[in-house]
């Protein structure tokens, strides 16, 4: 197509040029014959006027009406036209008397153009300003150069004209005949121009830059396995082809580093998304254990409530017993199965607080394994906001190459945008979440703490109660000695008044421990819940990530490398 339209131009600018030359040359050697067949017509004219003047001495003069040359009368005469044709090779010649031509070798329809009369152009500059006229004229119906002398006599007065003249037919002819000899040439050397041009331009422009369009079509389908022209020198054919090349290897390198970097943010948001998921399920479980576990303190209050209580009519009782001291033995069996039911009740306390005991450690142990996993989602994060800064850091690196690439890489260039905007978000959601795991990892130490706290609470209620236990093992014995003694029986009594006491003040500890434990629980499980909405939202956001990362790595399946 570039070789068609170049040959054309090629073609117009060579025809439009020779043309001119050729109009150019024409003219000029019309010229350069004129000027020769002037130069030739003044030579002719010294001639004759030697001829004439040798042959026929004497002046000119009018004699009785008619034009004489010394003794001839030239009137009708044709002996020194005739020699001047002779003379001059084949010039025509014609003696005027005045304006009328009255000797010539002109033969006009087989007969001498006598009687003819002068153009008034030659009679006004030959005669009426008695100068030499040199030019084109019409000789009988022809195109000639000729040139006329003034006839003058002894006065110096004009009183006729003698010319002599060429046809101009037979130059021209022969300049016509060069014309187209040089046309011919002219034409030929055209052809050979063109051919020559058009061999260049086929191998040296039309040929390579098929193959470059070649190459930015593969470009523009992604196609990076493409051979670029190579082409050597410094021409600007040469620029262009280094420049394709290296847009190919730019592309290739960018889309190879892009490419590695979307298989790692799918790896690693693959692994998001499966940790994220374990870390939900264990959040749940640990929700559900801990609502559990303040379900069972609740009961554990109330027990607590009821062995008060017990606690305060036994009280009740020992004063009833103190004051009635005759009745001893009645009483203190009663007291006896008084006190057997509070060991029995501080035995079940026992027995309560060792299963509250089990169950806050195993809420500190999953609270603490929480606060790990937690960390090791944080770990997770970072690992992702590097990716997403890398990749953040890819995508500016491919917009730039795009950049360079012009055209050719705008399609890229989106590509490249997309991408960056996507590391951007990946970060952002990164930084959120690790704000929301610095806050559950910061409320699950608190909890942890408080945690082991009532533990330690829990721990010293036992051996509270313990000593609770024995001392009405205590008053069990004493109580089954006031049978033998009432002053025993008096003083055992006295000391269960004091031990019920300090039960009661232990079990209101107990009870506002366990309270406080609840509450403790319940704040326990809502933060639980809260760390599993956030999870969650962490597995929604590594899914998305997930599929951010899949349509990247499809995006760059397009380009074959």
């Known amino acids: 197509m570039i070789r068609t339209k170049m040959n054309f131009i090629l073609f117009n600018v060579i025809i439009m040029m020779m043309a001119v030359i050729a109009v150019y040359n024409y003219n000029e050697s019309k010229n350069n014959l004129i000027e020769s067949v002037e130069n030739k017509m003044y030579s002719d004219l010294k001639l004759g006027d030697a001829y004439i003047n040798a042959q026929f001495p004497g002046d000119w003069q009018i004699i009785d009406g008619e034009l004489h040359k010394g003794e001839l009368n030239v009137v009708g005469d044709t002996a020194i036209v005739d020699n001047i044709r002779e003379l001059t090779n084949g010039n025509l010649a014609s003696i005027f008397q005045d304006r ?47 040139v006329y002398e003034p006839i003058l006599d002894k006065n110096d007065n004009v009183i006729g004209i003698w010319s002599t003249a060429v046809p101009v037919a037979p130059y021209l002819n022969i300049l016509n005949e060069g014309l187209w000899i040089e046309i011919g040439i002219n034409i030929l050397l055209a052809f050979l121009a063109i051919v020559a041009i058009s061999t ?14 070649q190459n930015a079509n593969d470009l523009a389908n992604l196609n990076l396995n493409g051979r670029i022209l190579e082409i050597e020198g410094k021409d600007e054919m040469a620029e262009l082809a280094n420049s394709f090349k290296k847009v190919q290897l730019q592309l290739k390198e960018t889309i190879q580093l892009v490419s590695e970097s979307a298989d790692q943010v799918a790896t690693s948001s693959v692994t998001l998304s499966e940790s994220s998921a374990q870390t939900s ?27 008060l209580n017990e606690v305060n009519h036994t009280i009740e009782e020992v004063e009833s017993c103190l004051k009635i001291a005759e009745q001893a033995l009645v009483n203190a069996t009663a007291s006896t199965d008084i006190a057997r039911q509070g060991e029995a009740a501080i035995s079940e306390a026992i027995r309560h607080l060792s299963t ?25 994060i970072t690992v992702i906001t590097g990716i997403a800064d890398q990749t953040n850091l890819l995508a500016l690196n491919a917009a730039i190459e795009a950049a360079r690439a012009g055209d050719q890489g705008k399609g890229f260039a989106v590509v490249a945008s997309e ?10 959601a990164s930084g959120q979440i690790t704000e929301l795991i610095n806050d559950i990892q910061a409320e699950t130490s608190v909890t942890v703490r408080t945690m082991e706290s009532n533990l330690l609470a829990v721990e010293e209620q036992v051996q509270i109660i313990n000593k609770g236990g024995e001392a009405l093992e205590k008053i069990v014995t004493r109580v089954a000695e006031t049978e033998d003694n009432v002053h025993q029986m008096k003083s055992a009594f006295e000391h269960v008044h004091t031990s019920s006491e300090n039960v009661q003040v232990a079990l209101k500890t107990i009870t506002h ?16 819940e809260e760390q599993h909405t956030t999870v969650e939202e962490l597995h929604l956001s590594s899914e998305a990530l997930s599929h951010v990362a899949t349509t990247l ?6 380009f074959q490398l």
Do not use: W
């Open 281 to 307: 399920d264990a959040s749940s479980q640990i929700a559900i254990s801990m609502n559990d576990l303040a379900e069972g303190t609740t009961d554990q209050s109330d027990q607590i409530d009821v062995l």
């Open 100 to 146: 009328t031509r009255i000797s010539t070798n002109i033969i006009g329809d087989g007969e001498r153009a006598l009687n003819t009369e002068v153009s008034e152009e030659v009679a006004k500059v030959v005669i009426d300003e008695k100068t030499r006229y040199i030019g084109t004229a019409t000789v009988v119906g022809e195109e000639a150069i000729a």
């Open 553 to 558: 790595q499809k995006e760059v399946g397009k």
């Open 513 to 528: 421990i366990i309270e406080n434990t609840a509450a403790a629980t319940e704040q326990v499980a809502a933060t639980t």
């Open 200 to 213: 260049y331009v086929e191998y040296g422009l039309s040929r390579p830059l098929k193959k470059l369009a």
């Open 356 to 380: 509250v005991t089990q169950t806050v450690s195993y809420a500190t142990d999953s609270i603490q394994k929480l606060g790990k996993r937690s960390e090791e989602i944080g770990g997770i």
């Open 419 to 428: 991408v960056r905007k996507l590391a951007e978000q990946s970060r952002d």
